[in-house]
């Protein structure tokens, strides 16, 4: 196994959640897009953590750290979406123009 | 090390069978029609990360993801999509049109080439050593509560403050709250 394999699947799942994030109307797939990065960024993380052999696993331990963060911002981007949906009936990030001049 | 040599390795191929399943279903999660499937292959995606996780020997992050992002926030996703999905809207409005699919396809791919040639660049052939055991529990345990003690806490303050900030942001407004 070489490291690079690791990072390139690492890259590619991070292009394909920024493709979704850009591309997706309803807020709960952007929501799940933001997660495919997530996931990107924490398989590289692990990867570099087995390349170094680091007695500390600082590596792992900062995807723990980024897993728990995750779980805390979709409750908070998903209860952010139920109160959109509950006052504009939508949950289409393109119709959120109240701030637009 | 041309790709004879890298399909000479049993370990390749296992790398191999975890991560195209892992590619075409963050793929599919970006891409498809249907809100609920697109969830569903979010788990494949996760799940396929936590068995590169478990081919890389770091055990314990593996069920931490099962745990955590297949069991909770898949969970999250689905009740709300239940509770969004107006019934009005069609499948084919959850993308953007192909004025911004486009270029969004080009700035990914650009960013996945530069990503990936630096990859290439940087590490070459460099190999991971197969890890003879799983990282322990334990190991990891007795590194966050000493090492790592304050992000430790730090996180899981964060975490208190998403509990009570999502109760305050989600609960309904209730008009006779103040007169009570």
Known sequence: MTIAQFLIVGSALFAIGLYGVITRRNAVLVLASVEVMLAAVNVNLVALDAYLVDPAAAGQIFALFIIALAAAEVGIGIAIVLM?????????VDELDLMRH | MTLADWLREVANWVFLVIAVPTLIGGFKVVTTSNIVRAVLYLVV???GTAALFLVLGAEFVA???????????IILFLIGIMITRAPLTAEASLSHPRNVQVPAALLSVVIFAVTAYAFIDAFEAAAIPVPEDATRAGVIAEIIFSRFVIPFE????????????GIAIARKDDPGEEAA
């Open chain 1, 84 to 92: 959109i949906f509950r006052n504009r009936r939508s949950a289409n």
């Open chain 2, 45 to 47: 995606t996760l799940a």
């Open chain 2, 63 to 73: 069920w931490t993801v099962v745990l955590v992002y297949i069991g909770a926030v």
């Open chain 2, 154 to 165: 730090v996180v899981s303050f964060v975490l208190l403050a998403a509990l009570i900030g």
